[in-house]
T-cell receptor
């Protein structure tokens, strides 16, 4: 196991609602990245947090937002949910000072929007 | 064009077979390269890093050709437990200096008894 945890495991929401997903990073890691994985696709980069600030973002609209806390845990918030937001949401923790840039994934939160 | 493209698969091979996966990437500024493995309904897990000099880990061999922007993974003597989706991954430094993993769509491998 990677030591990265996510909650909840599964979630069902209605279109237009808001959702918050949570991630606890592996001990010793200071960076958290979030990814969206639609069925049959590879994960897509949403954004990355380091030192409680967003320091990179993929091609996702502003209704996807996040936070990182002093203990390096993180939240992903999605407003005004759309049907296409149904996906597996993965967080990955890493150490920015690490030499190999390896990222370790949590088990994911499976979000279904109806 | 996708930034990382893989063989679409699926690959169905008998136990003991050798199977090769290919991947190309479009951004020549890509810095690091990996193969991840993802089991059904699970998170991706790092299989191995990929270097220009080639690297081997047991039955797995990975190769990078920077000039052709091509990455490969060879699995020898396939086992039933190798059945999974294999994801080709490159790292780009995005705006803001984030190290962004860019994934291919994955190639599904099923090893048959």
């Amino acid at each position: 196991e990677t030591g990265v945890t996510q909650s909840p495991t599964h979630l069902i929401k209605t279109r237009g609602q808001q959702v918050t997903l949570r991630c606890s990073s592996q001990s010793g890691h200071n960076t958290v990245s979030w990814y969206q994985q639609a069925l049959g696709q590879g994960p897509q980069f949403i954004f990355q947090y380091y030192r409680e600030e967003e320091n990179g973002r993929g091609n996702f609209p502003p209704r996807f937002s996040g936070l990182q806390f002093p203990n390096y845990s993180s939240e992903l918030n999605v407003n005004a949910l759309e049907l296409d937001d149904s996906a597996l949401y993965l967080c990955a923790s890493s150490n920015r000072q690490g030499p190999s840039y390896e990222q370790y994934f949590g088990p994911g939160t499976r979000l279904t929007v109806t | 064009r996708k930034e990382v493209e893989q063989d679409p698969g699926p690959f169905n091979v008998p136990e003991g077979a050798t199977v090769a996966f290919n991947c190309t990437y479009s951004n020549s500024a890509s810095q690091s390269f990996f193969w991840y493995r993802q089991d059904c309904r699970k998170e991706p897990k790092l299989l191995m890093s990929v270097y220009s000099s080639g690297n081997e880990d047991g039955r797995f061999t990975a190769q990078l050709n920077r000039a052709s922007q091509y990455i490969s993974l060879l699995i020898r003597d396939s086992k039933l437990s190798d059945s999974a989706t294999y994801l080709c991954v490159v790292i780009l430094i995005s705006s803001g200096s984030a190290r962004q993993l860019t994934f291919g769509s994955g190639t599904q491998l099923t090893v048959l008894p």
